[in-house]
């Protein structure tokens, strides 16, 4: 599966972006999906998982009530609502796709990783 991840840019303080990621080559369904993100200097973080049909998601304690994942496997989809964006949110923001019904918040079980998409909050 081929992921493709967009939505990311520049925002202020305070503001929300919602990052997309579309996949091709075969069916979202087959797949639990992450986001993960890296900022300057930094590992890769984990963002927040769901499973292959939605029923069970997860975001990081450090972005719980600001970050929402969703997907639209009808659409082959995924999606991350960001708001309340802070200056520390800066980074490079990774999709993924894992085999199998269930996401992890480790990155090593995922198979497929999309381009990244680049979000800068800054005023």
Known sequence: VQLQASGGGLVQPGGSLRLSCAASGRTLSSYAMGWFRQA????REFVA????NGGSA???DSMKGRFTIS?????NTMYLQMNSLKP?????YYCAAKTGPYYSTNAAPYDYW???T??????
Do not use: F, H, M
């Open 40 to 43: 300057p200097g930094k590992e």
């Open 88 to 92: 520390e949110d800066t980074a490079v």
């Open 58 to 60: 997860y975001v990081s």
């Open 114 to 116: 999309g381009q990244g």
């Open 71 to 75: 997907r639209e496997n009808a659409k």
């Open 118 to 123: 680049l979000v800068t909050v800054s005023s």
């Open 49 to 52: 998982g769901i499973d292959w």
